[in-house]
């Protein structure tokens, strides 16, 4: 997988499906965000890199509609917006796919990707669930984002972990997803399978979505990215559209830049003293 095969020049819409201006977020005297501002366009992916505890999961939870701003400006499509709960968030077209996917291991594929959604037929005491319907429409709307599945009746628990990243994306898309959510989707990830997952990721912006990508690796980022946006303990350090900015200096800025260049300096061997002067004491 190339950097050419997965990114496309940006196209962005005139106007952000979503769009984040200074918004902060407090718990108590605690400060999860300050500040942050960032845009999601359709046919684009932002990525949001930052460590552990820098505020990606704040940052996706307000997006999501669990938590709502404090300050600042989230709006969608234009309108300004304060979420109350993630069926508000799914109402206007924004899926959240988090890290630990909302499956049940044992049931089968068709049955997660309908999770909650299922289609029925009949009326009255003779109204049951669509299962062919469910079979033919998950294994076809797989197929539509270039997944084959060997069979949509398998345990969705027997998929590896980027396949069932896979599912979770089309059943976004197939669902009417307008902005799509992803919580750090490579992280428990090898490299074969991180690179299935981000072609997925690709194919949902080809598809015309707006997508966030919530990731601590700048090379994931750099291979499908749009617009990055840098978290540093809650605050924005920096935000590049991909044109300005180079996978090194990303990834330089997402070490920590200076004061990584700082601390190796710190870090480095003392010289040893000169051993001169009077002959070492031998005790006679």
């Known amino acids: 997988m190339t950097d050419a095969t997965l990114t496309k020049s940006t196209g962005s819409s005139e106007s952000p499906l979503v769009e984040l201006d200074d918004v902060s977020k407090y718990y108590g005297n605690i400060r999860a965000l300050e500040g942050v501002s960032l845009e999601v366009h359709g046919g684009e992916i932002t990525c949001v890199l930052g460590d552990n505890g820098a505020g990606k999961s ?16 989230f709006r969608i499509e234009g309108e300004d917006v304060s979420l109350s709960n993630p069926r508000e968030a799914l109402d ?10 909302a499956v049940v291991p044992l049931m089968p594929v068709w049955r997660n990707f309908f999770l909650g959604s299922e289609p029925t ?3 009255g005491p003779f109204k049951r669930l669509d299962v062919d319907l469910m079979r033919r429409t998950t294994r076809s709307e797989l197929l539509r984002m270039g997944i084959d599945l060997r069979d949509v009746d398998q ?20 669902f009417g997803a307008k902005v799509l959510v992803l919580d750090e989707p490579t992280a428990a990830l090898g490299v074969k399978q991180s690179g ?10 080809d598809a015309g979505l707006g997508v966030v990508l919530i990731t601590h690796n700048p090379h994931h980022a750099y291979l499908v990215g749009d ?4 978290l540093k303990r809650g605050t924005m350090t920096g935000s590049h559209l991909r044109t300005q900015i180079t996978l090194d200096e990303l990834t330089r800025q997402m070490a920590g830049g200076s004061e990584l260049e ?14 001169g002067g009077r002959p070492a004491d031998t005790g006679k």
């Open 196 to 205: 299935v997952v981000l072609k997925y990721v690709a194919a949902a912006r």
């Open 262 to 275: 700082e601390l190796s300096h710190e870090l480095q061997r003392a010289p040893e003293p000169h051993l």
């Open 92 to 101: 206007r077209g924004i899926a959240t796919v988090y890290q630990d996917l």
């Open 121 to 123: 037929k009949g009326a």
């Open 58 to 73: 704040t940052l996706i939870k307000i997006i999501a509609g669990l938590h709502r701003h404090d300050s600042g400006a």
């Open 227 to 230: 617009r990055f946006v840098l």
């Open 155 to 174: 345990p969705i628990g027997t998929l590896s972990g980027g396949e069932r990243q896979c599912v979770a994306i089309a059943r976004a898309v197939y």
